[in-house]
């Protein structure tokens, strides 16, 4: 929605979401409360999972919104913004199960996804082909692999550090993966993009507001955190913090080159193994 005053525009109302988690949460901080404003946007803010945006931004529900990489492929009429990226350096999504299993035995066994759309699944897949998968939210998939229901579990945000309470081992590592098929390139898991009908230069003006929002949190890293640990599940601050660090960094503020090469990396990977639709990405 525009106000208008006259005929002069004086901001514009967008949705805009992000997920239940810290590292989300820490880069909107300042967005949300005020402490970064812009001329041009008044946010109204929308909280699901990260495959609950997946779908939305399938239906184009929301302005702007956090994806998985991987589900770019399949929305339309998005443009990836350069900054608020979850990239990381050296380390992954993982698969975990009660006691170490081959790649084998892994690719017989049943595992636990947290979204068919999550970057994570399609990084399985490139690791080790097609496998027998069940869907289930992803702060779910320890105590499932605990209780027997799956044989191994992939596990993203903070259960990633996590997995260990369970008395659980890992015996994938997608970004160590990562990093030797691409010589070091960070890995690209979730980002944020706008809708198109704002244009070039909206999409612009938004994305160097997220911009100074991240930049803000980063100069302000107690204040962020403790905005963030509204969504810590129950953790310790100390771990959130841990967390934060390794999803909010130097590509997080701009991915550049590095991060557009992950990305189109990451599809280049999927279309030779037909993971994923022929897609070229749109960056701001």
Known sequence: ?????????????????????????????????????????EVKQVVEDIETLNKRALNHELDVTAVSAHACAYIKDYTILRSGGSFGKGYGPIVIAKQDMSTDKLRRSKIAIPGKMTSAFLLLQLMIGKFDYVEMKFSDIPDAVSKGEVDAGLVIHETQITYAQNNLTKILDAGDW???????????????????????????????????????????????????????????????EKFVRMYVNDVTIEMGLLGEQAIRTLFKFGIEKGLVPDFEPKFA
Request: aromatic fraction near 12%; hydrophobic fraction near 40%.
């Open 178 to 240: 990562w990093r030797s098929s691409t010589g070091g390139l960070p890995v690209p898991l979730g980002i944020n993009v706008m809708s198109d009908k704002f244009g070039p230069d909206t999409i612009k003006k938004f994305d160097e507001f997220f911009r100074e929002s991240i930049v803000h949190g980063m100069a302000h890293v107690g204040d962020a955190l403790d905005y963030a640990m509204q969504y810590s599940r129950g953790q310790p601050r100390d771990l959130i």
């Open 1 to 41: 929605m525009i106000f208008i005053i006259g005929l002069k525009i004086l901001f514009m109302q967008i949705t805009v979401g992000h997920t239940p988690d810290s590292d989300d949460a820490f880069m909107f901080y300042a967005m949300l409360t005020g402490k970064v404003t812009s001329p041009h946007f």
